[in-house]
């Protein structure tokens, strides 16, 4: 039969339990305990830890650390991210408006290429770099094989994407807001 100690280091660990071990991962980075390249690898072992036993063997040789130097921590990031959350928000509302065509409209074809329904003047969009199709109850926005890309809201698409009024698109270097028409 085993012990109570043995039973709880086979069990895996929770939630709670492995953000714990990253805060002390990230207290031993930002202290200078570890190196990038150890913080990744520990990090990746907390990740795929199976149980207790190892969750606490990646911990082994660093200080649990104090709980408000935890919290710092967690505030520092919070309020870190936060700010990158509301820079993002600021430029997108200063982003030029891009108006959707009408519903009936078929499709807008975006490119550098003379003739284009959309033409964008700009070295980093492809002659033919994306196309807007009407299908269904709204817009789909296909990428065309561009060189540099098209991109929704931050991602890079491959084939279509559905958009609507308020999302940001790219072609290349060049960034929109979508608007209604």
């Known amino acids: 039969m ?5 039973r709880t280091q086979v069990v895996r660990p929770s ?6 071990a990253l805060d002390v991962l990230r207290e031993g980075a930002g202290n200078g305990r570890l190196s990038h390249d150890t913080f990744l690898g520990r990090l990746d072992l907390v990740l795929r830890a199976s149980s207790r036993a ?3 063997s990646v911990m082994a040789d660093l200080p649990a650390g104090n709980p ?31 108006s959707l065509p009408q519903a009936g409209g078929g499709q807008l074809t975006i490119g550098r290429i003379p003739g284009s329904g959309l033409r964008l003047n700009d070295a980093s969009v492809s002659r033919h770099h994306a196309e807007l199709r009407h299908e269904g109850d709204g817009w789909v926005l296909y990428d065309l094989g561009s060189t540099n890309g098209t991109h929704v809201n931050g991602y890079r698409i491959l084939g279509g994407v559905r958009v609507r009024p308020g999302d940001q698109v790219r072609f290349g270097n060049l960034e929109f807001r979508l608007a209604t028409g």
Do not use: D, H, T, Y
């Not at 085993?2 to 043995?6: D, V, Y």
């Not at 919290?71 to 200063?94: D, N, P, Q, Y």
């Open 54 to 56: 190892e969750l606490k």
């Open 2 to 6: 085993m012990s109570r100690e043995n």
């Open 68 to 98: 408000i130097g935890r919290f710092l921590l967690r505030a520092v990031g919070r309020v870190s991210a936060f700010g990158v959350r509301l820079g993002g928000a600021w430029r997108a509302e200063r982003l030029p408006g891009l």
């Open 15 to 20: 939630e709670a339990e492995r953000e714990q």
